[in-house]
């Protein structure tokens, strides 16, 4: 399952609120050569590794550059989610990134977090490294991304600033894919994986 949203949209929020209701929930730590932001801890936050450069090319199921820096989607941690039948969350900053890894793992479902793009929360002017005119642009022009793949989508959850109806909506969607899963309704990706867990890749755009 993916999601995708613009920064201050709240994924990461919702993604912690889902962490707090499903069990075998893990979230993918992807590497990243951007440097850190003011406040956060030098190897990066939760979701984000910080590295000089990637490592071996072997290591990663895919690796894309956004806003100069690179990323990279470690496979051993795909492998261990598969082995641990857990629902794994993942974050992109790319949607051509995000096609790749969808093209892997066809059966990921994808979600787009809307908010009003003309909002930007004030948390995130605090914690930004844009100045407001930057930011606003680029939030912009990511929704315009979205609008320009919005059949790429197969659900949308609308975040106007209400954390319990968005993550009932979170829950709603996550809940008839598990249940779709255990009635054998989605198929496995390719035969070369083994297909025990099941992966919600939350796509956003990164804060550099």
Request: charged fraction near 25%; charge should be positive.
């Amino acid at each position: 399952m993916v999601f995708y949203g613009v920064s201050g949209a709240g994924k990461s929020v919702l993604i912690e609120m889902i962490r707090g209701i499903f069990s075998h929930v893990t979230l993918h730590r992807k590497d990243c050569t951007r440097p850190p932001r003011k406040g956060e801890p030098s190897d990066g936050p939760a979701e984000m590794r910080l590295v000089k450069k990637l490592g071996p090319k072997k290591d990663y199921l895919l690796t894309y550059k956004q806003y100069s820096y690179w990323y990279g989607i470690k496979k051993d941690q795909l492998n261990k989610a598969f082995a641990n039948h857990e629902i794994h969350l993942i974050i992109f900053g790319s949607i051509p990134a995000l096609k790749k890894f969808k093209s892997f793992y066809p059966h990921a479902i994808t979600v787009y977090v809307h908010s009003d793009p003309e909002n930007i929360p004030k948390r995130l002017l605090l914690r930004d490294t844009l100045q407001y005119e930057q930011r606003k642009e680029r939030i912009v022009s990511l929704y315009k991304d979205f609008l320009r793949n919005s059949t790429f989508f197969d659900f949308i959850i609308l975040n106007f600033w209400d954390k319990k109806n968005a993550l009932k909506q979170a829950r709603d969607i996550i809940t008839k894919y598990l249940e779709r899963t255990k009635q054998g309704e989605i198929l496995v990706p390719y035969s070369a994986v083994v297909a025990l867990g099941d992966f919600i890749v939350v796509a956003e755009e990164e804060m550099i």
